[in-house]
């Protein structure tokens, strides 16, 4: 499922380059691609009011890009107990994500008194996985990450996901979570998976 949630973003990604490239020689975009962009900057909360189409653009072939199938591995494996946790097994919820809204969440059984986040529930496995990678590519906690991989995009290079890694150590409370998914992902030889049908490809 992250292998083919990351098969869509290259897609994303391939279709935003070419609105781009039209916007620049045509100084305009059709209908359909506008529709398709404005979709997708709200679903990646990237501001459109005021704003150039191909500032736009760029703002979201800076969201909207692959996360490393190793990485998401070993974050679903540390946040759903290897898929045995309730949250896993009775709500498809492999990430760990909190929420306040009590129409999408569930409340979890060690929540500290005082507290009143939820756990994110879903219908699916997939779209558990697909807000994850709308959760890293969006939320401001994850810019640092975003930079980075940005970055690793310009020189066409991720062989060094440990840096990336490194900046999801906000996503958890644990102070050795960081070094928790690279022992993982190590460990289990997730590297493997790192370049199934070539996702780095697509710039």
Known sequence: IIIDQNRKIVVLRQRLIDSKNYLNQNKTLSQTDQIFINNLATKYSVATKNRHKVDIINDLLFSVDIIPNSIALAQA?????????????????????????????????????????????????DKSVESYFININSHFAYDKFRKLRKIFRDKNNFLNINLLVDKLDSYAEDDEYVDTIVSIIHDNKLRQYDNILSLLTVS
């Open 77 to 125: 494996a540390i946040e759903s107990g290897w898929g045995s946790s309730r949250f896993a097994t009775e709500y498809n919820a492999l990430f760990g994500e909190s929420t306040y809204d009590s129409k999408a969440g569930i409340v979890p059984f060690e929540r500290e008194e005082g507290k009143k986040h939820l756990v994110k529930y879903f219908k699916t496995l």
